[in-house]
């Protein structure tokens, strides 16, 4: 599938296509002299090019015609021209979803028969597909009502309903946020959410409830007095299948895991003389990649470090995610809890044999288990433990098994993410090897993800911070759970960018948070080699922006 887009205001190119990306998952794009080439073409035009403030915009999805990579192939024909396309509501199929050009046929009123009349409005107005008014001068305002009529035209094109509604980014939980903040109650947040958005009423919800709940966790906190601490260390025993982050195989790097830690040393010296006596260090996370990949040695020099370097007085986090149980023993559990971590990950993401081998985990479920009782045994009582839903051959029966193992062990926290693939990650590059592996979609992913907030409710823990990504399975949520006075501050400070959090080592991102809301961002090179060579030019990066 490729789609074209084709929109006077530029600005706007971001949102639309996170949008067309929700309702065509996989679709490609193409601009310009190359809209020719596309499936379908969004187009976007002020009725009053003369740059007047306030006028008619007037967008359309036109799809192309007898093109058979609607019908569900994956290679598009080589029509071109403008010929190609056709103002068509009918039978395409979308890839993916076979019973799609069934539905396709139908009228929208037979297959939205449930909607609510904030959509069923919308959709009537964009059968009509009128021109709209908007105001150039509210960005904001003007972006909302294009992405509004977009998702109503891409509702009665595909025939589908998305749960998030219109909304994209990765921070939905920002939008209450700010409303409670302003004194909104939760009528009102609701009902903007519902009629700005489109957003559907459980998401709605549970977007609320979150943004409540992070209130009260950081209420007693003064989030801009502070500071975190993000260490990346971008190692793994092996490669999962499914992997988007920046992660290197351990075996490759052992010789040079000196030079990597020298290089982290400088940075956290960089960051203490920031830092002096006025910025308190309130969380530190440790992320990657797997930090426990490192060897005992290594991992013992990274802790020392810490201590060495920081202050922990006013610490009140300290978390390391061990995640990969095939890079952990009772000896780093050890070195873990004798320098202070109070929390650790410990992630199965499935706990079926069969899709651990499959996704490259190398580990068994056995043990998930031996190293979750291991660190119960050295002292840990704050576990996190991470699942996936929507990996290759996982359907009802296999999540509800996962959860069940879960629950039987107990974790302090949960967090549930829905596959996110990006284009360059092993699964979706090899897809055409894991076709007898189907992947939950759609409705099905949804009741999944609703079957995880319910064993998370029975293991006595409240949803607490939420994120989305783009390429996501369902266009749905990661959602993190966790038991009274377990939930991780710095998960919180980081999705919603409520304070600066200073990132060492490869391919980490450091974030200075302004007090009128402000965001600067600065990134560290991903490539292990890179970033050793250029630690200095990273070194001054941050200092730039941390100063400034
Ligand atoms: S453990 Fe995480 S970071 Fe490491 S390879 Fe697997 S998905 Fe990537």
Not at 474 to 495: D, F, H, P, S, W
Request: aromatic fraction near 8%; hydrophobic fraction near 35%; proline fraction near 4%.
């Amino acid at each position: 599938m490729v789609i074209g887009i084709d929109l006077e205001d530029e600005a706007f190119e971001q949102d639309v296509r996170e949008l067309l990306m929700a309702f065509y998952p996989g679709a490609g794009f193409v601009y310009e002299e190359k809209l020719s080439d596309a499936d379908i073409l969004v187009t976007g035009r002020f009725l009053n090019s003369n740059g007047a403030e306030s006028g008619m915009y007037i967008l359309d999805v036109q799809k192309a015609e007898n093109n058979d990579a609607l019908e569900g192939g994956d290679d598009k024909d080589n029509t071109s021209g403008e010929d190609k396309m056709d103002k068509g509501s009918g039978a395409g199929r979308i890839p993916g979803e076979p019973d799609a050009g069934r539905e396709q046929s139908r009228d929208w009123r037979e297959v939205f028969f449930w909607v609510s009349p904030v959509i069923r409005r919308g959709l009537a107005e964009a059968e009509e597909n009128l021109p709209f008014a908007v105001n150039r001068s509210e960005r904001k305002e003007m972006k909302n009502r294009i992405k509004r009529r977009l998702y109503f035209l891409l509702m009665l094109e595909t025939k589908k309903e998305l749960p998030w509604g219109a909304l994209t980014g990765i921070r939905p939980v920002k939008i209450p946020e700010e409303k409670l903040s302003l004194g909104w109650n939760d009528e009102r947040i609701l009902g903007f959410l519902e009629e700005d958005y489109l957003v559907g009423e459980k998401k709605r919800k549970l977007c609320l409830e979150i943004a409540k709940e992070e209130r009260s966790l950081l209420g007693g906190l003064d989030a801009m007095k502070g500071y975190s601490l993000y260490v990346g260390i971008p190692f793994c025993p092996t490669t999962c299948l499914y992997c988007s982050f920046t992660s290197y195989p351990i075996g490759k790097w052992k010789g040079r895991l000196g030079e990597y830690l020298e290089c982290l040393q400088k940075e956290f010296i960089m960051v203490r003389e920031w830092a002096g006596k006025e910025k308190k260090l309130q969380t530190i996370y440790i992320g990657g990649g797997t930090p426990t990949s490192l060897p005992e040695k290594e991992l013992k020099t990274l802790m020392e470090m810490v201590h060495r370097t920081f202050s922990t007085d006013s610490l009140k986090e300290f978390t390391v995610e061990a995640g990969r149980p095939d890079s952990l023993n009772q000896e780093k559990l050890r070195i873990l809890k004798a320098y202070g971590t109070g929390r650790i990950s410990i992630n199965p993401q499935s706990m079926n044999q069969k899709t651990l081998d499959l996704i490259g985990r190398r580990h068994s479920v056995g043990q998930v288990k031996e190293v979750f009782y291991a660190a119960r045994k050295e002292g840990f009582d704050n576990i996190n433990m991470d699942i996936i839903l929507g990996l290759p051959g996982e359907g009802e029966e296999e999540i509800r098994h996962t959860l069940d193992e879960v629950r039987a062990l107990g974790p302090d926290s949960l967090t549930v993410h829905c596959l996110a693939l990006k284009r360059a990650a092993r699964l979706n590059v090899e897809k055409q090897q894991y076709t007898d592996y189907p992947m939950a979609s759609g409705e099905m992913l949804d009741e999944l993800v609703d079957l995880a907030a319910e064993r998370a409710g029975e293991m006595g823990m409240k949803p607490y911070y939420l994120y989305r990504q783009k390429n996501m399975a369902g266009n749905l949520e990661n959602v993190g759970y966790a038991c009274e006075g377990k939930a991780c501050l710095y998960n919180i400070y980081m999705m919603e960018e409520k304070q600066t959090i200073v990132a060492c080592g490869a391919g980490s991102v450091s974030k200075r948070v302004y007090p009128d809301g402000r965001i600067e961002r600065c990134e560290n090179v991903k490539d292990v080699a890179s970033f050793i060579e250029r630690i200095d030019e990273m070194i001054e990066r941050k200092r730039k922006l941390l100063e400034d």
